[in-house]
């Protein structure tokens, strides 16, 4: 593994702070702040212009979409959120020949019952669910996707679409997912999917809830413990307003009440370009969130670890409302991903 970079730089977002003229470190982990004290008395490296940490879309699924174009993108960071483990290699390779830099996390197929959704989907390949027939074969996949990577487990609570995992089984991917550290992430959907979710302790809702109006009080306290990824604009595709209403009501009264959200899309689902989705943004705008809470939302560094990929923006941007200008500006002016160790030569 490279040491890490450390550079001067004049901007950058570092853990939801704007810092000027900082000194940072650069690696494999992330970038961090270095302090004063810690700081080399001599820094060869500056860095000109804006960092911050990678644009994320939490919601892909790479079979779907065109990840392996290779057109510009603000994407530094994505998470697929279900295919067949056989071809994810495959996959990531082609997505990050395509694009310098890009950071893909995965968390495997589908965990479901035995004839759950999608395993009837036409756009499900041949393994992207585990159809499971009791809690062993829950632990089991559980721990094969743990080994093979993953950075989170997936399991559909689709009551409207076949069977779900009953409680032992549930239980049982939830204490093995976080026995290995992972987080639990559920499609609910269907009424009650995401009450039972919760009392569960699935800790991220793949999609905001949008089959039925959640009470204030389940939204509270699924606040308290859960990120909820946005996928409002998939409605719209789907030309389901009311869909799209209780989603944005929900979403809304969950971010008011301090709930954790991240951008996500549901990439392959009627979108396919790989990029920032403008119509998500405006419909998370819509929702309630923006300026810092939007940012926050896009960057999604309460959800995944950080990693090698940083975003960089030209002097511009130097708080949460030059980036989102930034961001949703002329295509050509937009930030773009790159890996730390395109620093490593900047010579001050």
């Known amino acids: 593994m490279r040491p890490p970079i450390v550079a001067r730089v004049d901007r950058a977002r570092i853990a939801g702070r704007w810092v000027a003229d900082a000194v940072v470190e650069l690696g494999e982990a992330g ?76 968390a495997g197929p589908f965990h479901a019952a035995i004839g759950g959704y999608p395993s009837d989907r036409a756009w499900a390949p041949p393994g992207a669910v585990a159809e499971l027939a009791g809690a062993s074969d829950a632990v089991r996949s559980v721990r094969a996707q743990a080994r093979a990577g993953a950075s989170v487990i997936k399991v559909s609570l689709n009551a409207e679409a076949g069977p779900v995992p009953d409680a032992a089984m549930l239980a049982a991917i939830v204490d093995e997912a976080h026995a290995h550290g992972l987080l639990l992430v559920a499609h609910a959907q269907g009424p009650g999917a995401a ?11 793949a999609h905001a809830p949008w089959t039925e109006r959640l009470s204030d009080e389940l939204i509270g306290e699924a606040a308290a413990s859960q990120t909820w990824i946005s996928t409002l604009a998939m409605h719209e595709r789907d030309g389901d307003p009311a869909a799209l209403e209780r989603a944005t009501d929900n979403l809304a009264r969950f971010a008011a009440a301090g709930g954790a959200v991240a951008y996500g899309t549901d990439l392959g689902n009627g979108l396919t370009r790989f990029d920032l989705d403008d ?70």
Do not use: N, Q
């Open 31 to 106: 970038m961090r702040l270095v302090p004063g004290d810690e700081a080399p008395p001599r820094i060869r490296s500056r860095i000109h212009g804006t960092l911050l940490p990678p644009i994320t879309d939490a919601h892909v699924h790479l079979g779907l979409a065109d990840a392996a174009l290779a057109a510009p993108t603000t994407l530094g960071r994505v998470l697929d959120l279900g295919w067949a483990p056989a071809a994810l290699p495959a996959l990531v390779e082609a997505a990050t020949a395509a694009h310098r830099g890009l950071d893909v996390r995965f």
């Open 279 to 348: 119509s998500e943004v405006a419909a998370l705008r819509r929702a309630g969130l923006d300026g810092t809470a939007l940012v926050d939302a896009l960057l999604a560094e309460h959800l995944l670890p950080p990693g090698p990929t940083v975003t960089s923006c030209t002097a511009a941007v130097h708080d949460d409302e030059s980036l989102l200008a930034a961001l949703l500006g002329p295509p050509r002016h937009r930030p773009r991903p790159l890996p730390h160790t395109t620093f490593d030569l900047e010579d001050a």
């Open 195 to 205: 009450e039972r979710a919760l009392a569960a302790g699935v800790d991220v809702l």
